[in-house]
Nanobody
């Protein structure tokens, strides 16, 4: 079992930055592909970014490419999401997830573990 706990969300203004963290416990995340997903009110949970086990490969949704950066520190058992140039469309609950699958972790149903989520609200 892997327990995932997100932190770092909050209320910011358009153009601001936030850094989300996802602390894992139970097992080392080096054995898992990791990803960030988000869910806005009335919408399905959607892909934001993913990173392979070693961190060598990263993947992004088109809507966040160039603004968000996913990274991981396997020694600290922690996943990060650096978010810049935030806009109101980024408002959502952000979830980190772990998968035993290899490759691009883009589909929520591929997740084996989820965190509880952290709210990000961007005001205009």
């Amino acid at each position: 079992q892997v327990q995932l706990v997100e932190s770092g969300g909050g209320l910011v203004q358009a153009g601001d930055s936030l850094r989300l963290s996802c602390a894992a416990s139970g097992r080392t995340i080096s054995n898992y592909g990791m990803g960030w997903f988000r869910q806005a009110p009335g919408k399905e949970r959607g892909f934001v970014a993913a990173i392979t086990r070693s961190g060598a490969n990263t993947y992004y949704a088109d809507s966040v490419k160039g603004r968000f950066t996913i990274s991981r520190d396997n020694a600290k058992n922690t996943l990060y999401l650096e978010m810049n140039s935030l806009n109101p469309d980024d408002t959502a609950v952000y979830y980190c997830a772990a998968t035993i699958r290899y490759g691009n972790f883009r589909v929520a149903s591929d997740a084996n573990y989820w965190g509880q989520g952290t709210q990000v609200t961007v005001s205009s």
